[in-house]
């Protein structure tokens, strides 16, 4: 299985083929469009544009085909409790909780977070009683993450894994 960084994904990506909208009247007059709307006015960009009125997919000078680029894009994670013996956990990111009573042997719902470095913290749950952080757990955007609480009161870790 070969890897490729986000950069060589986003620059591979194609934009979608255009809508295109017929122009011509129906036979009760109507411009064919969105909800009777002429697709100028429903907002959608003529065949072939960008939506800018420049050529879908137009080329660069280095010969390259330009792409828009996500201009939010966020990492999935989701955190997994695999300590046998601390029982369900509340997970808070930069001290907001963000996952709620993580049973033993249980996974959380996916969070998106913008690519950044943050501060992870695992407490017993419904407590302030801390049994881990991970002062700078670093995620990347268009990724999607698991971070594993692993091993028994007194040694537990965090693991980071990409699941993508």
Known sequence: MAWFSH????????????????????????????????AAAAGVPAAG????????????????????????????????NMAPNVG?????????????????NTASAYIELPENAYSVSFDVAGTTSILLTLPSVSVTSGNTFSLYLMGTTGQLSGVLTRDD
Do not use: E, K, M, W
Request: aromatic share 4%; proline share 11%.
């Open 7 to 38: 950069a060589q994904v986003a620059n591979a990506v194609t934009a979608p083929a255009p809508i295109s909208v017929p122009t011509a009247p129906n036979a009760a007059g109507q411009s064919p469009g969105i909800n009777g709307a002429s």
């Open 49 to 80: 544009t960008n939506g800018a009125g420049a050529p879908a997919n137009s080329a660069a000078s280095d010969g390259t085909t330009r792409v828009p680029r996500c201009p939010v894009c966020n990492a999935r994670v989701r955190f997994v």
């Open 88 to 104: 369900p956990v509340d997970v808070y990111v930069n001290f907001a909780l963000r996952a709620a009573n993580v049973d033993t």
